[in-house]
DNA sequence: GGCAGAAGTTGAACGCGTTCAAGATGGCCG
DNA sequence: CGGCCATCTTGAACGCGTTCAACTTCTGCC
């Protein structure tokens, strides 16, 4: 009884048509100003249906679901910061400086939804759901940022221990989620501490890199190596 | 019209008469095992009131939310966990073995609730939520860990720089939110991949806490401190 | 033009968490 | 004993996210 591999017309799925790709577009816009203007929470389906003019379950038939929307939210926020590091990836070749450029421009990007982006966490947050950073159905915009981070290193000139290399975009991926997860909770007016995290944070872990390859670090740089080995299969 | 210093009766206060107690209780461990036994999305609050034999309003006087119902989960597993790594912290004294048996006596006690914990973590994540491990109302529960983590310093022979010593023990606890994050995440068999992300960690942990007094990487320890201190207001 | 079927659209209905006005209970004091 | 009041209890009702059977619109084909 389960379709398995179902031609499903849509709901996650893209429209087929222009009448449909309009009606979602509509929706998708709406709901996103509403988000930003009212949070998330009060946001209801019915009022972001009204406000575009379509049936509750004309939305239904394109988002599978009201988290479906921040799925959306996600893909938009990641072209934007890939768009807003363009810049400084094209402009600086010291490690710190890529590193801080990307990362203050991850939080330009998210810092008009800060609000809106408590809620959208809490959603991210369960690990049952398609929404979850690490999830399969959010691999496409992942592997987008561990790409921009793989981008941070390789135009740099830091140099790195070449056993820690391969690994290294992805330790950065997950310094930014960190910090993303920081700026979440982040309370201080404009999340001025946030900043003050990456502008700490930043310098340290450039030291930490660039001390990965000495020898007396050597035994503790191939002990992180074999750890993320061992729990990546 | 907000009642700012309300001396209301309930709804997160505590019962005044023994009724009101027995009642609370048998709402609790109604909620608990139904929640072990179909998860905690699938309980609903009407039937937990049916299998407790009161009404859904009942539940709401003692308990503000159903998320409110989670909360207790929360301090019963802290209780249990400082219980169950009370023997580890009487018989060594290896900085690291202290760790580990810390960590591992969490999972321990968190491992039957695997599941269920799942979704209570989506309810904690919300940084807006009381429940969250960084809010205001689990504060009583967060400083319990923190102190356990400052007696696996304590009483192991571990040598630590000076001025990272007083902050270590809140390292910890992160390192130990960490786990815990990786361990609701963790879909392999009796989440045996946490088990090896401890292993491997706390070595790691043991050396670099003990690297951390070593000339070339003091500048980098008095960084961590210092990063710490300014985020810390 | 007509028609089959895919694509898109509708809104009533369902079950959920939560609220609250109304009622029941029980201890204390005159 | 009688009445008062804090405490506790009730369940109908509300608004929400979500579903789905029925309907309409559009496209391709003869």
Redesign the pocket.
């Known amino acids: 009884m389960t379709d398995q591999s179902a031609p499903t ?2 709901a996650g799925g893209e ?7 309009q ?1 979602r577009q509509l929706i998708l816009e709406t709901a996103m100003r509403m988000f930003r203007e009212r949070g998330y929470a009060r ?4 009022a972001i249906a009204q406000e575009a003019g ?5 939305a ?2 394109y988002f ?4 479906h929307l921040i799925q959306e939210f996600y893909l938009r926020t990641q072209r934007e910061h890939a768009a807003a590091a363009r810049p400084v990836l094209d402009r600086e070749s010291d490690f710190a400086a890529r590193l801080s450029g990307v990362l203050h421009a991850a939080i330009d990007v998210l810092a008009p939804s800060h609000e809106f982006a408590a809620s959208f966490f809490k959603v991210a947050a369960e690990p049952t759901s398609p929404l979850s950073p690490f999830s399969a159905e959010t691999a496409a915009p992942r592997e987008a940022a561990v790409a921009l981070f793989a981008e941070v290193l390789a135009g740099s000139t830091a140099k790195v221990d070449p056993e820690l290399r391969p690994q290294l975009p992805e330790l950065l991926w997950l310094a930014y989620m960190g910090t993303v997860l920081y700026w979440v909770y982040d309370r201080s007016p404009g999340q001025a501490r946030t900043r003050k995290l990456i502008d700490g944070a930043v310098p340290l872990i450039d030291r930490l890199v660039g001390l990965s390859r000495l020898r007396v670090l050597r035994p503790a740089t191939r002990q992180v190596v074999d750890l993320i080995r061992t729990l990546r299969h």
């Open positions: 017309t849509a429209p087929a048509t222009a009448r449909g790709e009606t946001t209801t389906m019915r379509v049936a509750v379950g004309n239904y038939y599978g679901s009201k988290e």
